[in-house]
Every structure is written in structure tokens, then in C-alpha cells.
């Protein structure tokens, strides 16, 4: 058994360094992958609360639309009933819906889409229209010479 332990002829603790460095290396890749992981679960967690806050909001859009598109606004708090050709009026849905763990809310306010005019209101909106004076033609694009 006394044999065992001796040093035997040629060896000089290279074994001993060898392990060493093993340990060292193996514990800066653990040490980095640790924080690998640690930073890819913080942004999954932000990453899947955005993802949850845009489908919320993207569900109050679709329920918005489905509210007008099937003449449901009524159920809609406003200083006046929904008019298509109100350009200044802001009606909003009084119940609150949870979708993903976020309260989702219908606001709906028509906007304006013609550029260098102010929005008209209701009742000049609704005789341009409904009176087929409205005409929309031609194109300008600035970078191009025609």
C-alpha cells in the first residue's frame, strides 16, 4: 500500500495541472452560460408581456370595428350618438374586457384623412358625402417629374 503513494519514475504532477485547468475553464463556460441564461429569461419575460399588450390592443381594435360594422355603438358613452361623419366627437365603450391579463378598452374617434383641410363638421361632412360632391382624384409624388 506504501507503494501506491510514492511518486513513481517520469511523473511530475502533470495530472494535478491538467485538472486544474479543466476546472478553470469548465467554470468561466458555466459562469457565461449562467448569465446566457439569465439574460434570455428577463427578455422572454419582456417579450411576452409586449406580446400580450399588443393583442390586447389589437382585440379592443377588432372589437371597436365589430361595434361599428354591426351597429352595436350604441352601448358607447359619448356627448352624442355615433355619426360616421363626426370628425371631433370621441366615444368610448364603458366596459372593461380582460384579454391576455390586460384591461382592454374600446375608444373610437373618426379621423380626418384629406391633408391641408380642416376637418368639417357633422352636418357639412354629411352633405359633402351623402351629396356626392366629394371627388377624390390624381396623385402627387414629390420625387418624381412628370
Not at 372589437?63 to 351597429?71: F, G, L, S, T
Not at 359619448?78 to 378598452?105: E, H, I, K, L, M
Not at 359633402?128 to 390624381?138: F, H, K, R, W
Request: hydrophobic share 40%; aromatic share 10%.
Amino acid at each position: 500500500m506504501f507503494k501506491l503513494l510514492t511518486k513513481r519514475k517520469g511523473e511530475k504532477g502533470q495530472a494535478l495541472i491538467l485538472v486544474l485547468l479543466m476546472v478553470t475553464v469548465g467554470s468561466l463556460i458555466i459562469v457565461s452560460l449562467l448569465g446566457f441564461i439569465g439574460t434570455g429569461s428577463k427578455s422572454e419575460a419582456v417579450s411576452l408581456k409586449k406580446t400580450n399588450e399588443l393583442y390586447a390592443a389589437d382585440a379592443g381594435i377588432q372589437d371597436a370595428v365589430w361595434q361599428i360594422k354591426y351597429d352595436h355603438i350604441l352601448n358607447f358613452t359619448s356627448p352624442s350618438a355615433y355619426s360616421p361623419y363626426d370628425f371631433s366627437t370621441v366615444w368610448t365603450d364603458p366596459s372593461v374586457t380582460t384579454v391576455n391579463g390586460q384591461n382592454v378598452t374600446a375608444t373610437i374617434q373618426n379621423d380626418w384623412v384629406v391633408s391641408n383641410f380642416t376637418a368639417p363638421d357633422v352636418t357639412t361632412a354629411t352633405s359633402i358625402i351623402d351629396g356626392a360632391q366629394l371627388v377624390v382624384s390624381g396623385f402627387h409624388c414629390p420625387n418624381r417629374h412628370y
